[in-house]
């Protein structure tokens, strides 16, 4: 019988150990990382805090935060009321505005009424005057006819008439109008 004696590979143990420090130390600058950072967050909120009670402590800044309250307060109060007054104002004008629209209709329907008066009476002058003139023509032209039936020794007996134009030797017939 043979015997075989093992001997225990030093390399295999001394890279398990290397494995596990590795990942220890990592583990623990990861975590003392963490933990670093919670303690300068966690500092950083205390001083915070604490600086905000101590302030709040002092009365001097207590009584300027009030104040800076009741100044905000005041501002807002006069803010609502100027756009009060703004609204009132708005109001005021486009009621001008309105009233002054409204009475320049008015007064282009009055201009408008009397332009068409006047113009009504202006047409019938014209017309008066075109049938007066019409009427005055009509009595010259009978004028006319008779003068011409004299000189022409016609009696107007006869419906047709003519008349001769010495210059030309043209021929008119001449018809009475009534």
């Known amino acids: ?11 295999t143990n ?28 966690g500092a950083l909120v205390g001083a915070t805090l604490g ?16 104040q800076t309250i009741r100044n905000f307060g005041g501002v ?14 708005i109001e005021e004008t486009v009621d001008a505005i309105a009233v002054s629209v409204n009475d320049t209709v008015e007064d282009l329907g009055e201009a408008t ?29 009978k004028a006319a006819t008779g003068a011409v039936r004299g000189a022409t020794g016609t009696n107007g007996s006869s419906e047709e008439q003519t008349l001769m134009d010495p210059n030309t030797g043209k021929r008119y017939k001449l018809t009475p109008v009534d």
Do not use: W, Y
């Open 14 to 41: 001394q890279s398990t150990s290397q494995d596990f420090n590795a990942r220890s130390s990592s583990d623990a600058v990861a975590s003392s990382g963490s933990g670093l950072s919670r303690i300068a967050i």
């Open 113 to 141: 009424g009397n332009i068409t008066v006047n113009l009504g009476g202006t047409v019938q002058n014209t017309m008066s005057t075109v049938k007066g003139t019409a009427q005055g023509l009509n009595t010259t032209l």
């Open 76 to 89: 807002a109060k006069n803010t609502a009321s100027n756009v009060v007054e703004m609204a009132k104002q």
């Open 1 to 11: 019988m043979t015997t075989q004696v093992l001997i225990p590979d030093n390399s």
């Open 51 to 66: 600086g905000l009670a101590a302030a709040l402590a002092n009365r001097e800044t207590g009584s300027r935060i009030t």
